[in-house]
């Protein structure tokens, strides 16, 4: 199995880069007004893991988040339904 380089994606707007550049030039600028080159600024290029390990950390927040929610909704559906049966 032959292994593909990682891809990087610019620090600022997300897109793929090709090199030390995006991949498309012309949709960063006119979608981000971003002219990254990894050559000149601060911020390193990201490579795939991290986005998709920051990406699913967000993930886990968002689960816990809505099972937090759905526990909410759960409690208040079974005290309205004691209260509808003793009335």
Known sequence: MCTQ???QFCPHCGLELSGNIHANT??????????????IDLYPPLSETVI????????YQQKASLLAHIERLET?????AYQ????
Do not use: I, M
Not at 30 to 39: A, G, L, Q, V, W
Not at 53 to 59: C, F, G, I, M, P
Not at 84 to 87: H, P
């Open 76 to 80: 208040r559906n079974q005290t309205l």
């Open 5 to 7: 380089p990682e891809k």
């Open 84 to 87: 509808k049966e003793t009335l």
């Open 52 to 59: 998709n390990t920051q990406r699913l950390a967000q993930l």
């Open 26 to 39: 012309l949709e960063a600028w006119n979608r981000f007004n971003c002219e990254y080159d990894s050559t």
